[in-house]
């Protein structure tokens, strides 16, 4: 996934042109510069050309929006549950209204295709429709009669101010995940977007100001790893959630726990697809391009790896690489199948993967370095690449890429197929392609990751499941939204309850003592 880095600034006529659009802060209900005179480049991935700059956040910064926060999570707290449900239900109504917007702002910023933006956008809206259930999901338990007189239920309350981590590849989604489900529940939120592409994450801050969030609810600070210290280490934030790689998931979540909060932390990701012999070769193929490419390979839940077993591999990569054949890849404004990647070093590192497996005795079947582009040619351009034969040995295989690199590894079959996938270190999510159902129930019982399509390739969760990875792809048992969500972000009361009965004198007569 993405980490955070800090960036020069930019010099000559790009940086006055950027000076004109600033991205700032949103803190108590207004735009902030704060007192960091730091900034770094948002580019426009498709031009190749820096077209904004972003404030990066200073510890104070960070401070004041975590002030604004806990002043403003009383009032909200103590906000009905009817009324904090109509903002939420008058937050979806203007997202859905305005999608097209804010599309448009994730493909001038990340570079996906409008078509992709538009997806993302789309799952986000299930998690605010979750958002607007929050009463069926927050209710506590009652117990009557426990003993004699007495009842026990429980409750469930908001924590406080919580910080939310996003990262670069989903800039509208990612949040959505999260402060959604923060908010409905009572608590007030910071988050952190990637600085690479943060104006989604302003954009909808303003949003759900306009459906009536009071000042102080929902904050954005920008920055890099100081900006990300800053809430981790900072004695009011009560949780934190994260999106992004691995190595960076484990230290959000050692820092944070070690900090005394609650933590998701979510990880990176190998996903792999099994293919069978007896699979429809055509849905594969079809699945694995669409899994593979989509959002330039730029997300958690895209396929990098496909086990193609031996006696259908050379069909099965033949039927992929036709199909990539008819992918038109450029500017995402202008009907292309796939975009740039996020910036210049990004590509350049996916690219020097290539060299890599062809010197670990791989076969560079499709090669995305020389892809026609229906774009301007300084874009970060890396078209759909395969490879085929690639040793579980070669980092090619081993690395999350992140990028629109397609590997395929020959397996003899079910059972190396499903070894290579649980010797993975990472566990989020995986797919299986066949028409056997014994094989497809053996696999979702004995494969060791957290998400599983049989015959679906991406197989994410909708809202009102959770979402999250096993092994190094989850750090701690925290699932993003869904039931866990909800958890994650309440703590529960257990209230024993005993009152005295008029109709005995006061007395609450026959109550064993040792009850």
Same mark, same amino acid.
């Given at each position: 996934?993405?980490?955070?880095?800090?960036?020069?600034?930019?010099?000559?006529?790009?940086?006055?042109?950027?000076?004109?659009?600033?991205?700032?802060?949103?803190?108590?209900?207004?735009?902030?510069?704060?007192?960091?005179?730091?900034?770094?480049?948002?580019?426009?991935?498709?031009?190749?050309?820096?077209?904004?700059?972003?404030?990066?956040?200073?510890?104070?910064?960070?401070?004041?929006?975590?002030?604004?926060?806990?002043?403003?999570?009383?009032?909200?707290?103590?906000?009905?549950?009817?009324?904090?449900?109509?903002?939420?239900?008058?937050?979806?109504?203007?997202?859905?209204?305005?999608?097209?917007?804010?599309?448009?702002?994730?493909?001038?910023?990340?570079?996906?295709?409008?078509?992709?933006?538009?997806?993302?956008?789309?799952?986000?809206l299930e998690v605010v429709e979750l958002a607007c259930a929050m009463p069926g999901y927050t209710k506590g338990?009652?117990?009557?009669?426990?003993?004699?007189?007495?009842?026990?239920?429980?409750?469930?309350?908001?924590?406080?101010?919580?910080?939310?981590?996003?990262?670069?590849?989903?800039?509208?989604?990612?949040?959505?995940?999260?402060?959604?489900?923060?908010?409905?529940?009572?608590?007030?939120?910071?988050?952190?977007?990637?600085?690479?592409?943060?104006?989604?994450?302003?954009?909808?801050?303003?949003?759900?100001?306009?459906?009536?969030?009071? +000042? /102080?609810?929902?904050? %954005? &600070?920008? !920055?890099?790893? =100081?900006?990300? @210290?800053?809430?981790?280490?900072?004695?009011?934030?009560?949780?934190?959630?994260?999106?992004?790689?691995?190595?960076?998931?484990?230290?959000?979540?050692?820092?944070?726990?070690?900090?005394?909060?609650?933590?998701?932390?979510?990880?990176?990701?190998?996903?792999?697809?099994?293919?069978?012999?007896?699979?429809?070769?055509?849905?594969?193929?079809?699945?694995?391009?669409?899994?593979?490419?989509?959002?330039?390979?730029?997300?958690?839940?895209?396929?990098?790896?496909?086990?193609?077993?031996?006696?259908?591999?050379?069909?099965?990569?033949?039927?992929?690489?036709?199909?990539?054949?008819?992918?038109?890849?450029?500017?995402?404004?202008?009907?292309?199948?796939?975009?740039?990647?996020?910036?210049?070093?990004?590509?350049?590192?996916?690219?020097?993967?290539?060299?890599?497996?062809?010197? +670990? /005795?791989?076969?560079? %079947? &499709?090669? !995305?370095?020389? =892809?026609?582009? @229906?774009?301007?040619?300084?874009?970060?351009?890396?078209?759909?690449?395969?490879?085929?034969?690639?040793?579980?040995?070669?980092?090619?295989?081993?690395?999350?890429?992140?990028?629109?690199?397609?590997?395929?590894?020959?397996?003899?079959?079910?059972?190396?197929?499903?070894?290579?996938?649980?010797?993975?270190?990472?566990?989020?999510?995986?797919?299986?392609?066949?028409?056997?159902?014994?094989?497809?129930?053996?696999?979702?019982?004995?494969?060791?990751?957290?998400?599983?399509?049989?015959?679906?390739?991406?197989?994410?969760?909708?809202?009102?499941?959770?979402?999250?990875?096993?092994?190094?792809?989850?750090?701690?048992?925290?699932?993003?939204?869904?039931?866990?969500?909800?958890?994650?972000?309440?703590?529960?009361?257990?209230?024993?309850?005993?009152?005295?009965?008029?109709?005995?004198? /006061?007395?609450?007569?026959?109550?064993?003592?040792?009850?």
């Amino acid at each position: 996934m993405s980490q955070t880095t800090s960036a020069a600034p930019s010099t000559g006529t790009e940086a006055k042109a950027a000076e004109a659009t600033m991205v700032e802060h949103w803190i108590d209900g207004a735009s902030v510069a704060g007192d960091s005179e730091r900034t770094g480049p948002v580019y426009n991935p498709a031009r190749g050309v820096e077209q904004k700059r972003v404030r990066f956040a200073s510890t104070d910064d960070v401070d004041t929006a975590v002030q604004a926060a806990a002043r403003a999570f009383p009032g909200w707290r103590d906000t009905s549950i009817a009324k904090r449900q109509q903002i939420m239900f008058t937050f979806r109504e203007l997202l859905n209204s305005r999608t097209d917007e804010l599309a448009a702002i994730l493909t001038s910023e990340h570079g996906k295709v409008l078509s992709d933006a538009a997806g993302e956008i789309a799952r986000g809206l299930e998690v605010v429709e979750l958002a607007c259930a929050m009463p069926g999901y927050t209710k506590g338990e009652h117990s009557e009669n426990v003993s004699t007189g007495i009842d026990v239920y429980s409750t469930k309350q908001p924590l406080g101010v919580v910080g939310i981590i996003s990262p670069f590849n989903f800039p509208a989604m990612v949040p959505l995940w999260f402060f959604p489900l923060a908010i409905a529940t009572g608590n007030t939120v910071v988050l952190k977007p990637s600085e690479k592409d943060p104006s989604a994450a302003i954009w909808l801050a303003r949003l759900m100001q306009e459906a009536g969030l009071p +000042d /102080g609810v929902l904050n %954005v &600070v920008h !920055g890099d790893k =100081v900006a990300v @210290d800053a809430l981790l280490e900072h004695p009011t934030v009560r949780a934190i959630s994260f999106v992004g790689s691995t190595p960076i998931a484990k230290y959000i979540y050692e820092t944070a726990a070690r900090n005394g909060k609650r933590v998701q932390a979510l990880g990176g990701a190998k996903n792999h697809m099994l293919v069978l012999p007896d699979a429809d070769l055509d849905l594969a193929a079809d699945a694995a391009v669409n899994a593979g490419f989509g959002s330039a390979g730029e997300r958690c839940m895209a396929v990098s790896v496909v086990l193609a077993v031996d006696t259908i591999a050379d069909e099965f990569v033949e039927k992929v690489a036709e199909r990539m054949s008819r992918l038109t890849i450029g500017d995402g404004t202008r009907g292309c199948d796939m975009g740039p990647l996020i910036t210049r070093e990004h590509r350049d590192k996916v690219a020097g993967y290539l060299d890599v497996a062809v010197d +670990d /005795g791989a076969s560079l %079947v &499709v090669d !995305g370095r020389g =892809v026609e582009i @229906d774009g301007e040619p300084d874009g970060f351009w890396l078209g759909p690449t395969l490879v085929d034969k690639v040793p579980t040995s070669s980092k090619v295989y081993r690395d999350e890429i992140f990028g629109p690199v397609l590997s395929v590894v020959r397996v003899d079959g079910y059972e190396e197929g499903v070894g290579v996938i649980n010797e993975s270190p990472y566990g989020n999510g995986t797919a299986i392609f066949t028409n056997d159902g014994g094989a497809a129930r053996r696999f979702q019982r004995e494969v060791t990751v957290g998400m599983i399509g049989i015959n679906v390739p991406i197989p994410v969760p909708v809202a009102y499941h959770s979402f999250g990875g096993w092994k190094d792809s989850l750090f701690g048992d925290a699932k993003a939204y869904g039931p866990r969500g909800f958890d994650f972000y309440t703590q529960e009361k257990a209230i024993t309850s005993r009152w005295l009965d008029p109709s005995h004198g /006061g007395l609450n007569l026959g109550f064993p003592q040792h009850d």
